[in-house]
């Protein structure tokens, strides 16, 4: 048995301790935390100091009794979680539940997992930071409160299974109120004068007007002005400038780039640094800070001058605004500056090229750059058009990484170079161009713009970022738009050949695809928010819990004095809410059914987002309409509203089954029996008719006729999500770009089979076909247990081979859907 017990959190962060330890170190992993707040219960002791009531769970049992047997064995137990706030509660969790002898226990940390940091970190071990743990304690229990005395009141007030917390919902709020915005703005037209010029030696350039023209008429009367006029350079002014490289990444920033620069989402990022920190080669990517160590300084150093020369090189120490930035105390950066390009999975590897060239960057020389600035003048009028310019000296960190930027920061132009010219130079005008262009709303949020604006404003620190933009979509307050656009018509004027014409042209607006777009119930439960819990909603008030954790961190503040401090006040309003508030429906009055003479009102319903027709208080009973996927309580109109009775259409009978048209999940939809039929991009259901329906019916039965058998099974083909697929015998079989998809040969056909066949089998691990129950291979080593739709996912540590029918037939059970559940679907259809 070895000496020596090491105890982290991950897995895969095991595997690569243990290539650096020797045989007297045996590695373990906890797999997260073995100790947490019940799910089920409030967990907390309000009556008794807030003193949380900490249960390991079913799962983790197993394996807290076999670390606790280790730990026994061993003559040194080595806690080795993560530098952050949850790592040193795992390892607290880990010395209490595991009964562990302080005498013998150390704690460790290290921000990589490289060979020196570890031995380092062995060699000056420390104890457990209390008040670390005590920081992490404060939040958890703040919102297992908010959460568990907010989310009843929403369930009674709004809608059943709704849920709050504390930093998902000021992030709901920021986006709900940026939507607002949007909504409430006039654009506001002006026009835009630009000109292309070409001096004595044939070089043309482009310059414009500092000034708009509010209305067609005055641009117009500007260029007219111009009309057999003269030009010439009036002043020509060239100053040298500097841009600096940005700091290394801190993990707010690298969210941000990465979903510029390679459109990761937020928890993208987090999951595939996570893999990159636990392979040793990067440091930790939970952090605030911007700073490097020595160490780091100097590899990037004698990186840039072995690949670029000394020219490039400036060393450089940056200084982070976070005022409570967190105990990790580098930024993000690669452990081996020398290693460029590692043999790496594909979002790996582009992650890890992202930090390693914004690392060195920020050790490189600033880029030396001139800038030019031409005025020209007219003979008949003292308006002056500008052009700007601007070269690269000296490129410095340019040669590496330039920083993106988000969309509300980029400016509509960039800057090139200038031809020569002097002063007093005459200028032929090619054309002048008067430009219809319009205000534009603020831009809605990004993954990446919602975690700046969150830092910019203190709420959450780096290891909530991922977690809150995930819940929020998750719970259904907010959705990734799909929109791509409307077109709007605009007018250009140009002036060219001594003539003033008129163009009508287009352009697309209002595009939402990828933003963060909130939903009707995620408005509702934000208003009613706001409206009766002003104090959590409050931006100031969230940033303030967030300085009271790092007091209390760094022992400055008592957590269980802030928790008395909160709750005293919160508690109160939580109860008058849930006694006294009006229910909240988002109802918006539209009209009067003309038929009826009933209120026509758009709502939120048990079942979502609908309009009605009537009222609970008369005698006849309400008309219900479940709104469209792309429809919104707050936009829809009166006759967008009435056009929703009349769905589903029937359109009606064709080969003895009944035809209608009807809007879903997805989108509209023909029914024909029991099959449904996706409409075209841009087909309504409105608008359908019968020769249409047929053809999409036809093209349906064509497309799922058998194009082969094979062991005297039907083969059929089709289109899916992910691409082109043949389908045998219940499985559904890619077709790579290797095969001719519209000409597939019988060849083709029984190769694609058996190839899935032993891929199928490969996967295999246990069967029990009677019991229609299997388990097979899953992803990054781990294995699903799959009963039809159900599947359960084993932890790494579970031997699959192992398991047997009555424990695989008990986890699926587990997983199950209650018979409850099943009801409420019922009566839901």
Do not use: C
Not at 48 to 61: G, L, M, Q
Not at 172 to 195: G, H, Y
Not at 324 to 337: C, F, K, L, N, S
């Amino acid at each position: 048995m070895p000496k020596n017990l090491v105890i982290v959190e991950s897995p895969a962060k095991a595997k690569t301790i243990e290539r650096f330890l020797g045989k007297d170190f045996q590695v373990e992993s906890s797999f997260g935390h073995i100790a947490d707040l019940p799910s089920k219960e409030l967990g907390v002791d309000v009556e008794n100091d807030f003193k949380p009531k900490y249960t390991v769970d079913k799962e983790k049992k197993a394996l807290v009794k076999k670390l606790k047997d280790l730990a026994k064995k061993a003559d040194t137990i080595w806690l080795a979680s993560d530098e952050d706030r949850e790592g040193e509660a795992i390892s607290w969790h880990l010395s209490e539940e595991l009964g562990l002898d302080k005498s013998r226990t150390k704690r460790i940390v290290f921000n990589s997992i490289t060979k020196s940091a570890i031995q380092k970190a062995i060699e000056n071990p420390r104890e457990i930071n209390y008040d670390l743990v005590n920081a992490q304690q404060a939040r958890r229990v703040l919102d297992r409160l908010v959460g568990y005395e907010l989310s009843p009141v929403l369930w009674k007030k709004i809608k059943p299974g709704l849920s709050a917390g504390r930093v998902q919902s000021v992030a709901v709020r920021l986006i709900v109120e940026r939507e607002r915005d949007i909504e409430v703005f006039k654009p506001e037209a002006s026009f835009r004068i630009q000109a292309e010029f070409k001096t004595a030696k044939g070089n043309v350039f482009a310059a414009k007007l500092n000034k708009t023209f509010p209305t067609k008429a005055a641009a117009e009367e500007f260029l007219k002005q111009n009309i057999g006029a003269d030009f010439s350079v009036g002043n020509l002014d060239k100053k040298p400038a500097k841009k600096s490289p940005a700091a290394p990444f801190t993990t707010s920033t690298l969210q941000q780039e990465a979903s510029r620069k390679l459109y990761f989402s937020v928890g993208r990022t987090m999951q595939v640094a996570q893999r990159l920190y636990e392979a040793g080669l990067i440091t930790y990517m939970r952090t605030d800070s911007v700073n490097l160590s020595k160490e780091a300084l100097n590899a990037a150093k004698d990186a840039i001058v072995q690949n670029y020369g000394e020219s490039y090189s400036k060393v450089r120490n940056y200084t982070g605004k976070s005022k409570g930035a967190q105990e990790a105390h580098e930024a993000i950066r690669p452990t081996d500056m020398k290693l460029s390009n590692p043999s790496l999975e594909r979002d790996q590897s582009k992650l890890y090229e992202l930090i390693w060239k914004r690392t060195l960057a920020s050790q490189m020389s600033d880029a030396e750059l001139e800038r030019t600035n031409v005025k020209i003048k007219a003979s008949s009028h003292k308006e002056e058009f500008s052009a700007n310019g601007e070269v690269v000296k000296f490129d410095g960190f340019l040669k590496v990484y330039l920083e993106g930027t988000d969309e509300e920061d980029k400016t509509e132009e960039q800057e090139g170079m200038l031809p020569a010219m002097n002063v007093g130079e005459a200028l032929q005008n090619n054309f002048i161009s008067a430009t219809e262009r319009f205000s534009r709303p603020p831009y809605r949020y990004t993954e990446a713009s919602l975690v700046k604006k969150l830092e910019e404003l203190g709420i959450g620190r780096p290891s909530t970022y991922a977690p809150t933009i995930s819940t929020i979509q998750n719970r259904g307050y907010v959705e990734k738009g799909t929109v791509e656009g409307t077109q709007r018509n605009y007018i250009q004027l140009v002036l060219e050949a001594g003539a003033v014409a008129e163009k009508k042209l287009s352009e697309m607006i209002g595009s939402d695809k990828g933003k963060l777009v909130p939903t009707d119930i995620g408005m509702i439960v934000n208003d009613f928010l706001v409206s009766h819990f002003t104090t959590i909603l409050d931006y100031n008030f969230t940033a303030k819990v967030e300085e009271n954790f790092d007091e209390i961190a760094s022992g400055d503040e008592d957590w269980q004095k802030m928790m008395k401090e909160f709750y005293k006040n919160f508690h109160p309003k939580v109860l008058d809410v849930e006694e006294n508030a009006e229910r909240a429906s988002g109802e918006r009055v539209l009209g009067k059914d003309p038929k009826s003479g009933r209120q026509v009102a758009a709502r939120l319903g048990r079942f979502g987002p609908m309009v009605q027709i009537g009222t609970v208080d008369e005698e006849e009973k309400p008309l219900f309409a479940s709104l469209l996927p792309e429809q919104s309580i707050t936009t829809i109109t009166f006759d967008e509203a009435m056009e929703l009775f009349e769905l589903p259409r029937k359109l009606g009978v064709y080969e003895g089954e009944e035809i209608e048209a009807n809007v879903g999940r997805f989108g509209p939809y023909v029914r024909f029996g029991k099959k449904f039929i996706s409409l075209d991009k841009g087909e309504s259901a409105f608008d359908v008719d019968m020769d249409r329906a047929i053809e999409l019916i036809k093209a349906k039965q064509l497309a799922d006729a058998p194009i082969a058998h094979y062991e005297d099974k039907e083969v059929t083909k089709g289109v899916g999500r992910f691409g082109p697929f043949i389908k045998w015998d219940g499985m559904f079989i890619n077709v790579n770009k290797k095969y001719d998809f519209d000409n597939l040969s019988k060849t083709d056909i029984v190769e694609l089979i058996e190839a899935k066949k032993v891929k199928e089998a490969e996967k295999l691990i246990q069967e029990w076909p009677a019991e229609k129950i299997r388990i097979e291979k899953a992803r990054w080593g781990r294995h699903n247990i799959i009963k039809g739709r159900i599947k359960v996912e084993l932890s790494k540590d579970v031997d699959a081979t192992k398991i047997s029918l009555e424990e695989a037939q008990a986890l699926i059970e587990k997983k199950s859907p209650k018979k409850k559940t099943k009801a409420k679907t019922k009566a839901k259809k």
